[in-house]
């Protein structure tokens, strides 16, 4: 069984700074592609980053396209999410995904029903 456990949320000011951390259990982490996904209260989940398993190939949703960075480590089946500026309309849960991909250069998809295992998720609060 694949587990994912996420870690590094907190409570920030805007403008501050977050690295969002998310380690996969097993030896299969560098055969998926990797998602950050968050949920606002009152609203529904939604993309945030994907990565490719291989050669960093990147997708942002735009509102945090030049603000967030996501990464990954295969050695240490970990991937992250570096955010800056953060802005209060950032506030949520922040889920990692995994779903398999064939090929190293295909980054995953944006919609949450395509990925196979998720994490817990950690809480992101940004006051303004």
């Known amino acids: 069984q694949v587990q994912l456990v996420e870690s590094g949320g907190g409570s920030v000011q805007a403008g501050d700074s977050l690295r969002l951390s998310c380690v996969v259990s097993?030896?299969?982490?560098?055969?998926?592609?990797m998602g950050w996904f968050r949920r606002a209260p009152g609203k529904e989940r939604e993309f945030v980053a994907t990565?490719?398993?291989?050669?960093?190939?990147?997708r942002y949703t735009d509102s945090v396209q030049g603000r967030f960075t996501i990464s990954r480590d295969n050695a240490k089946n970990t991937v992250y999410l570096q955010m800056n500026s953060l802005k209060s309309e950032d506030t949520g849960v922040y889920y990692c995904?995994?779903?398999?991909?064939?090929?190293?250069?295909?980054?995953?998809?944006?919609?949450?029903?395509?990925?196979?295992?998720w994490g817990q998720g950690t809480q992101v609060t940004v006051s303004s």
């Open positions: 995904a995994a779903v398999f991909r064939s090929s190293l250069r295909s980054a995953g998809p944006q919609e949450a029903d395509s990925y196979r295992y």
């Open positions: 990565i490719s398993r291989g050669f960093s190939i990147t």
């Open positions: 097993g030896n299969t982490f560098s055969t998926y592609a």
